[in-house]
């Protein structure tokens, strides 16, 4: 199957006025929730965002996705906040879960173009490396469609056409890790068409 890829783009650490359509912000369990980006932009409102999170309107637990509108002259257009749970307890397994739940959420929404702000996601055990091979691999995992499956033609294909990966980490090492995690995930779609084309000549189907 054929597909545009999204390109990734690593970008230094974005102000707050930097226009984004969509910033991506995670958020840990505990009280330095609304510390650096995040931060800012709850200051920038007037303490807001923590008041939503005390309403239960945005959460830092694991999985939970919420959009806001800052509705500002300058900055992101849309905040979207990723709960991550607790610090102590997040694994590359779980913040490629995470970010297959992002990436779902976004194409729900008919997001072509978003930003993540990458060191929000990381840890001591999750660094800004294992967090863009885990975002590469759950963007490939998320959007994956199998050949054969067409979508109704009332349902345009939505799809992210670019995404930016902010990280005050070395540019050049991030990309690798997205290169990475790309080529991985690619490599399991390599193998589920082998895998379905082979069944299809065995039922005598598919090929004809």
């Known amino acids: ?14 102000s707050v006025e930097e226009r984004d359509e969509a910033l991506v912000v995670g958020l840990f369990e505990g009280a330095n929730s609304w510390s ?27 999985g939970r996705i919420a959009t806001v509108h ?7 257009k849309r905040l979207y906040f990723v709960g991550l749970g607790k610090k102590e307890e997040l694994t590359f397994e779980r913040l490629r879960e995470v970010f297959g739940k992002l990436f779902r959420a976004l194409k729900q929404a ?12 990381t840890t001591e ?24 499956y067409k979508q109704k033609k009332s349902q345009p294909d939505y799809q992210l056409e670019s995404l930016i990966v902010y990280t005050a980490a070395e540019a050049a090492e991030i990309e690798a890790s997205l290169f990475v995690g790309s080529v991985i995930r690619e490599g399991d779609e390599f193998g589920a068409h082998a895998c379905q084309y082979a069944g299809e000549f065995a039922d005598g189907v598919g090929f004809g």
């Open 1 to 14: 199957m054929e597909r545009d890829e999204t390109m990734f783009t690593v970008k230094p650490l974005p």
């Open 36 to 62: 650096g980006l995040a931060g800012e932009y709850d200051a920038r409102l007037g303490g807001r965002l923590s008041e939503l999170q005390k309403e239960g309107d945005i959460s830092a637990k694991r």
């Open 70 to 76: 800052p509705f500002l002259p300058m900055g992101a």
């Open 110 to 121: 008919k997001r072509t173009k978003a930003a993540v702000a990458l060191d929000t996601f």
């Open 125 to 148: 055990a999750v660094d800004g490396n294992e967090a863009a091979h885990a975002l590469a691999e759950a963007y490939h995992l998320a959007t994956y469609e199998f050949p054969g």
